[in-house]
């Protein structure tokens, strides 16, 4: 099971909530682990409500015709899965309601929710939707008596808590992110184009069992600036990578550098001072940190190991989303840690005359220690003689 049912009841008894409603596959997964490729990627709304009140059965809520649809890995736990009607009128099956066949089905995902909260005994009480919008249209249904609370941010903010089944899928994400970061940077090695390694990185990664989702490659030349990913590169060029890949839906964020030929030494001085700045500022993320402050910890760290000229880094919380923590309004705001929590922070550093550098390692909190979940070996990757050779 994915979900940490203990951090939920405990928020859920924080903000006064007798249940959860989730209605994006991100948090339907999670609290129920229904993943059927129809309700992830054909728009059909399936939904999952959890109770507060451990006797009372959690439910998945999904259209008719997903109900009995393959499930990812080993289904929900739920055991309770209901049917509404994909299109008003039509019942089991797709079967015309013509036929008295399920007169009965929720005509939509709002009477569907309805009527389980009400089957439930829990249409006058006070209710986390994820999305406030069809808490309303349930309200509508069920009276004012049903007190609506929006809840994507509670959402990410239980999420924030990793159980162990979540880390064992953010490890093998990690994984197969940095193989096809690897496979990316040996093209880049063998004379290819930052645009043909991009090419080569969504490849690697979906052959490795990952689903690639984002890489930022950018090429650079010292004193020219930023490069055309199809710019034919010259040693002392500088290719950065951020690259993450999904496995069964949980992300990884890794990020690197490269540089064309043997660096020169203030490439390495300075790339290293992030690289070692960013070790020696390990032990400042504990629970209970603020983000904020921490940032300015790796920042300083990163200036007196050698880069000066260091301005800020920004960091993350990492899981279903590539920012796991709750960010309201959209914002990327600061936020404490807690134990059991996997982070990662940004290391972007520009100097003109010099190169252009990004680092960013994968941590995962727990018990007072960190650890980090890529390859710790976070060397600059000299491209040379056709290969990648860590420098440093």
């Known amino acids: ?13 924080r903000e006064g909530v007798a249940a959860l409603v989730a209605s994006t596959p991100v948090n339907t997964y999670y609290l129920s682990s229904w993943a059927t490729d129809a309700s992830w990627g054909f728009g059909d709304l399936a939904m ?6 451990h006797a009372l059965e959690a439910a998945v809520l999904t259209v008719e015709v997903d109900a009995g649809q393959p499930q990812q890995r080993d289904g929900t736990w739920m055991r309770i899965v209901r049917g509404y009607a994909r299109k008003p009128g039509i019942g089991a099956g797709g079967v015309s309601t013509d036929l ?23 249409d006058r009480s006070r209710i986390a939707f994820e999305d406030r919008g069809l808490g309303l249209d349930v309200q509508a249904i ?5 007190e609506v609370v929006g809840a994507r941010d509670l959402f990410r903010d239980i999420r ?3 159980t162990l089944r979540e880390m064992a899928l953010i490890r ?7 193989l096809a970061l690897q496979v990316a940077a040996e093209a880049i090695a063998a004379g290819a184009t930052a645009a043909e ?30 490069l055309p990913k199809t710019a034919s590169l010259q040693p002392g060029d500088m290719v950065t990578f951020d690259a993450t890949a999904e496995f069964d839906h949980y992300t990884s964020d890794i990020g690197r550098t490269a540089v064309i030929g043997e660096p020169n030494a203030e490439q390495l001085r300075r790339y290293n001072a992030t690289r070692l700045g960013w070790r020696a500022a390990l032990p400042a993320f504990q629970p209970g940190a603020f983000s904020g402050d921490v940032e300015k910890v790796v920042a300083q760290a990163i200036r007196d190991a050698g880069n000066p000229d260091f301005k800020g880094c920004g960091i993350h919380s990492v899981g279903l989303e590539h920012t796991d923590h709750p960010h309201p309004g959209g914002g990327l705001h ?26 960013e390692d994968i941590i995962y909190l727990a018990d007072g220690t960190v650890e980090i979940l890529n390859d710790a070996d976070g060397r600059l990757m000299a491209c040379i003689d056709g290969r990648t050779v860590r420098v440093g």
């Open 172 to 178: 093998a994400a990690s994984r197969k992110t940095e």
């Open 48 to 53: 999952a409500i959890l109770p507060r009140d």
């Open 1 to 13: 099971m994915l979900l940490n049912r203990d951090r939920a009841d405990e928020l859920m008894d």
């Open 142 to 146: 069920l009276g004012d008596q049903l």
């Open 197 to 226: 390694a991009e090419r080569v990185f969504w490849s690697a990664a979906a052959l490795a069992g990952g689903r690639p989702v984002f890489l930022l490659i950018t090429p650079y030349r010292p004193a020219e600036g930023r």
């Open 100 to 122: 008295n066949i399920r007169l009965d089905l929720p005509q939509n995902h709002q009477e569907a929710v309805a009527a389980y909260l009400k089957e439930l005994g829990l």
């Open 160 to 162: 924030m808590v990793k």
């Open 334 to 359: 600061a936020f404490h840690f807690v134990d059991r929590m996997v982070l990662s922070c940004d290391l972007p550093w520009i100097g003109p005359g010099i190169g252009k550098f990004h680092f």
